[in-house]
């Protein structure tokens, strides 16, 4: 086929030698490009590695917060026990002085009322040989703490509740006695006991700076409790002892 070219012939020169350059260019172009290519696959590869190496720095961060933080919750569960434990030791440090507190104080006028009131009650030929005091402290749960707790015995949802009590003080009086009648049998010398015994249980004195009347079981139960007589010598003497024993009030320490 013929070809007609209707370009100048300076025009279809300079074409011919475009293309020649074109044709030099296509093959440095590609160079380029495979360099580039080259470049880019390495930037890549390099983006990778560091993005990789930053995941497993990252990953071995978590991880030790992780153990930081398991060893931060021990230790304010260890922290939260001695708490506790220094609390509840706190407390009841706090009872038991309130509970010397409270025997140091109107306690121990009780008790001097009461010897204050033997002299007074005593008939003659009985005497009274010895007095003891006893105190012990018991706990005893607080309504407030069994209702909570039979709450939770209901449905017993999260952990059961402190049981929380409160110091009672019981104090015990102790009277050792003999009973004498010179002369007299063992019959009359009970009669003296049993005397003794209406006198502390039922008879009202009046103690100097008292303006009314009171009993020696005033602020003690109601109660004496009398040990078996009996039947002994002392000093030479026929004698009968005795033994009563009466009970205070309890009182809780809150």
Request: net charge neutral.
């Amino acid at each position: 086929m013929i070809k007609i070219n209707l370009l100048p012939q300076e025009m279809a020169g300079a074409r011919g030698g475009g293309a020649a350059a074109g044709g030099s260019f296509d093959a440095g172009g590609s160079a380029l490009v495979a360099v580039a290519l080259l470049l880019v696959f390495g930037i890549n590869i390099t983006l990778g590695g560091w993005m990789f190496i930053r995941y497993a720095e990252a990953q071995e961060s978590l991880e030790s917060a992780k153990v930081e933080a398991k060893k931060v919750e021990d230790q304010l569960k260890a922290t939260e026990v001695k708490y506790k434990d220094a609390k509840s030791s706190i407390e009841r440090m706090e009872r038991l002085i309130s509970v010397a507190e409270s025997l140091d104080g109107p306690e121990r006028v009780l008790w001097s009322r009461k010897l204050n009131m033997i002299p007074i009650l005593a008939l003659e030929g009985v005497f009274v040989t010895e007095l003891n005091v006893t105190r012990r402290i018991t706990e005893v749960e607080t309504p407030d703490s069994i209702a909570s707790r039979n709450r939770w015995e209901k449905d017993k949802k999260g952990p059961p509740p402190e049981v929380d009590k409160n110091p009672v003080i019981n104090q015990t009086l102790t009277m050792d006695g003999l009973a004498y009648v010179d002369g007299g049998t063992e019959n009359q010398r009970l009669e003296q006991i049993i005397d003794f015994y209406r006198q502390l249980r039922d008879k009202k004195v009046k103690l100097p700076f008292d303006k009314e009347e009171s009993g020696f079981l005033d602020g003690l139960q109601q109660v004496i409790d009398p040990s078996g007589v009996t039947a002994t010598r002392s000093e030479g003497r026929e004698v009968s002892k005795f033994r009563f024993t009466m009970r205070a009030k309890p009182v809780t320490v809150k």
